[in-house]
């Protein structure tokens, strides 16, 4: 049974073993961690990961830009050089050969729930290898303030090491190192006998075990069910998130992991990119009735297609019913959430012309929702402001466009007359409404800030010319927009010819158009590093153009949530560029 | 030390003259950079030995704006901070300016003027507004007082600041008739009450329109008026003129700058002041030759004026990392200034900044000394782009004696005592932690001692 101890983590250890006769060679390293193991990850191949990161082309590419060359002459870095070289000189081999070589096979990590101990499994080249591994560990202990620390005992016949809590051993070409005798114990029989109850008979691990992907650099294990009946963090197990942007984000999968028996999550790095898949087994039943805005009725919601736009930097593709969510908040939030919501909800209503905001507004719309930022092209727009700001914009449809159209065309004026009254009272821009009808029934209506009589050719205008809000109609597709462009290309672009995607949720944040927007905004970046970072021009030109380097050597980050034939998946992958 | 009432005029006056008494030295040219401008780093107080005192003061007279590559780095971080619109951005902006600027003596005067010409954000609340109001000031910082009273007075942040957005002829607003006299240009008693009302009458109809300056001729009080004696159908320009012509025109900016560079108090008497007030007379107000003549004088060299300042918030800010050649992060340091009691932009009323003793007190001794611990702790503070114990190392501070003379030859206008220099110095050695830690230790002790709050 777990014992409530999460500091049972800190601090490592070491201790040595040398024994020629092993009775464990090959297999899965979970064999030798006690079933009560509730956390497990491990990686196959070190080498194959470091030779990822280091000799992928990217590195190089990085290694020549001047930034990396001024930091590697700072004092910090030259620090970490001199230790490095330290510890090279000490094993005799880079640090490279040393990984390759112990750590050859593969390293295991698992954390008992029955003891509170976190053991590691490094399999080396081979035996002799990693005798010199414990030497040389021990060795840089004694050289230390350790050696005080330094004990040696003995565990049917093989002599373990401790220094201060950690103990390590080797038993071939595995090095075992814990923090707990007992789950120290617990390991070594198992590798000694080669037989006993292990993780890797373990059902849950076992079913876990066997949805796992090849090819993964790495691939982890959570017990789920063990945690949540150890009682170790009721608190998140609550089925009541109280903050309405977590609950939008995870509310649905919150209700599937007070259900799953376990998650897996599995690592890749290629030298096309990076990915992280965390999946779970997931029951459509799981998620209480309040909870139906997330995944809809039977699970079945589904992000909308989105229609292909220019330069687009971000698209999130998403199932949530916000008006269910809106009218279902008395059971999804605590006292203090709901008054906010209250207060929200009356001046919603106000500012949306006495329609209800959750019923009339939000429930207007269907639940599938997509939101798309572009870079805003404005070279060819006077005033042009100073900082540029994408346009985004929400596209959905609505449930009854023969009636929705005309009142929100309505309200959408009555917005713009209320912005200018307020506007007017501040001194502010105000807005022209304009109205333009166009071929196959779509309606544009846009408004656009009247700029002073001298500002009309300004090329360093205020932030607000980034900006002309607009609101699009076709049948019942809806775009409300903030600008008349990206209004004017959602509504008239071809229609995808799938009307869903595959996913609950699905957001891809692409760098070419990033790259673009930071660089827009170049000037405006250097000042503000200029006056954050106390930089100079060039300094901070410098940080600035690092960045956006940077950023040209990724394709697009992505994350996606699906839920499909009993399991629940969230994947993040990082591309980069070809 | 002589009383200042009796002191020789002519010697107080004249060119300074190196003595045995008081040497032209490194703590003689620290004392004349922080008056002039900020604290400076040892080299340039070496550098300075090499020449005359009036040397020194006639190379910075000389030049009257920055050159075009740093006007250029400052335009663009003007621009980019009308782009955010953000007023808090302009202190941080001008913060960075004064931390780098080559002409530390101009940004003086600038900030000079803005605390004479006070005019808070707080009210105006507009950037390109108070960025132009800036300029306004820099621009005519030396120059001419007469074109720069001329100026503001139809500069729209100060218009708005002070009511007079719209001044009819039905209702003279004599908020800014009022201000010119008392507070810009004349001081109490050189007035009457009928000159303020008739002054009011003469700026009627000057109007701030779409955030400019208009005259709207319709609302102007075409009749004839009375100003000092004056009577006819005079403009509002003509009610500036009059001003500036009274007597104690001169005077009262002459006692300013007095106050402003050589000592807080006492308040100089008039035999002091009616030489500087007929020099700037008879250079028509024009100020650089006024500040040469202060900045050059035995006066500023003697003992009435040498610690006989309190340390401005700006002084101390942008004058500690200005010495080791420091940079920071200008928007923690500008908000930092502004707890202090000196908010660029954000004078507290229409009289300004008070200055000298009421920058201390219980609460902003504790903030001085914060200032400095977070000037020192902020991992975006570098001095001369290294770490402060590498850069102090850099200027041959090998030891904690080293230490406390750099610091006292850097910043102190009068000595530190030496069972404090002692005191310090068993601090240093006795303290635990890394030589960083240590080192910040002492010197945020030598920050907090009362000798470094005067200048």
Known sequence: MMTR??????????????????????????????????????????????????????????????????????????????????????????????????????????????????????????????????????????????SQDIRSGEYRGITAHQIKKARLAIIGNRMVVTNNSDLGQAILDRLIDGEGDSLADAPRFQAARSERDAGLTAWAYVDVKAIRDSGVADQFYQDQIDNPVLELLVGGIQSSLNQTPYVTAGFSATATGLGLHVGLPHQNDWVPEHREYYFGPAGAGRGPALPETKETLFTLSTYRNFSEMWLRSGDLFGDQTNDEFAKADANLTTFFAGRDFGEDILGSMQPEVGFVAVRNDLSDQLPRPTIKVPAFALVMKLREPETMTRELRRIFQSLVGFLNVVGAQNG?????????????????????????????????????????????????????????????????????????????????????????????????????NMLEDGNSRQEAEAFIDLLLTVVGYFDNASVRLGNADGRLDVELQIQLAP | ??????????????????????????????????????????????????????????????????????????????????????????????????????????????????????????????????????????????GDFGQLLQEISRDPAMMIYLDSVSNRKSHPNENYAREIMELFCLGEGNYSEQDIRELARCLTGWEVKRKKFRFNRYQHDGGTKTVFGKTG??????????????????????????????????????????????????????????????????????????????????DLGIGFLRALEGSTDAFALS???????????????????????????????????????????????????????????EQGVKSTNDLIEHFETLFFAVPIPSDVKDRIATLYRSSSGSIEERTKEAVHVLCTLPEFQLS
């Open chain 2, 335 to 393: 908000e930092s200034l502004r707890k202090l009691g000196q908010g660029l932009y954000y004078p507290p009323s229409v009289k300004g900044w008070d200055g000298g003793r009421s920058w201390i007190n219980s609460s902003t001794l504790l903030g001085r000394s914060n200032l400095v611990r977070h000037l020192i702790d902020n991992p975006k503070t570098r001095f001369g782009k290294k770490s402060l114990v590498d850069h102090l190392h």
């Open chain 2, 1 to 142: 030390m002589t009383a200042l009432s009796t002191i020789d005029v002519d010697w107080a006056w004249s060119k300074f003259e190196p003595s045995a008494q008081t040497p032209w030295d490194l703590r003689a040219a620290g004392h004349l950079f922080r008056r002039a401008g900020y604290s400076a780093p040892r080299q340039q107080l070496i550098d300075a030995l090499d020449r005359t005192p009036g040397e020194v003061v006639e190379e910075w007279m000389a030049v009257d704006r920055e050159d075009e590559s740093f006007r250029q780095q400052i335009s663009d971080l003007v621009q980019a901070t009308l782009g955010t619109g953000n007023v808090h951005q302009l202190s941080a902006q001008w913060v960075y300016r004064m931390l780098n600027t080559p002409v530390p003596l101009l940004e003086k005067m600038t900030l000079f003027w803005h605390g004479h010409f006070a005019t808070s954000a707080a009210k105006v609340d507009d950037a390109k507004l108070m960025l132009a109001q800036n300029d306004l000031l820099r621009r005519h910082a030396l």
């Open chain 2, 233 to 314: 159908k005079l403009s509002g320009e003509d009610g500036v003129r009059l001003v500036l012509d009274q007597p104690s025109a001169p005077q009262f900016i002459a006692g300013k700058l007095i106050r402003f560079f050589v000592m807080d108090e006492p308040e100089a008497p008039r035999s002091l002041v009616d030489p500087l007030a007929a020099e700037l007379r008879e250079n028509s107000l024009r100020i650089a030759p006024t500040v040469k003549r202060i900045l050059s004088s035995n006066l500023l060299f003697s003992a009435h004026a040498v610690g006989r300042k309190v340390r401005s918030p700006v």
């Open chain 1, 5 to 146: 101890a999460p500091s049972a983590f800190l601090g490592l250890f070491s201790l040595a073993i040398a024994t020629s006769g092993t009775a464990a060679e090959g297999g899965s390293p979970a064999k030798f961690f006690p079933p009560s193991t509730v956390a497990y990850a491990e990686l196959p191949n070190p080498q194959s990961l470091v030779s990822t990161i280091f000799d992928h082309p990217l590195r190089e590419r990085i290694e020549s830009l001047q930034p990396y060359k001024t930091a590697v002459q700072t004092p910090g870095y030259r620090n970490f050089e001199v230790g490095r070289s330290f510890i090279e000189t000490h094993f005799a081999m880079s640090w490279r050969e040393a990984i390759a070589n112990f750590a050859e096979q593969g390293i295991s990590v698992g954390f008992d729930g029955a003891t509170n101990g976190v053991a590691l499994i490094i399999r080396g080249k081979d035996a002799n290898s990693m005798e010199l591994f414990r030497d040389k560990l021990v060795d840089l202990a004694r050289f230390g303030d350790d």
């Open chain 1, 428 to 528: 502010q821009n105000q807005l022209e409404l304009d109205m333009e009808k166009l071929d196959g029934g779509v309606q544009l209506l846009t408004s656009t800030f009247v700029p002073e009589e001298d500002d009309r050719e300004s090329t360093q205008a205020k932030i607000i010319f980034n900006f002309s809000p607009s609101i699009a109609f076709a049948g019942n597709r809806f775009v409300v927009s903030s600008t008349k462009s990206l209004a004017r290309e959602l509504i008239t672009a071809p229609q995808p010819s799938q009307t869903a995607i595959q996913d609950n949720t699905q957001a891809i944040l692409r760098a070419d158009a990033l790259r673009n927007l930071l660089h827009d905004n170049r000037n405006q970046l250097i000042a503000q």
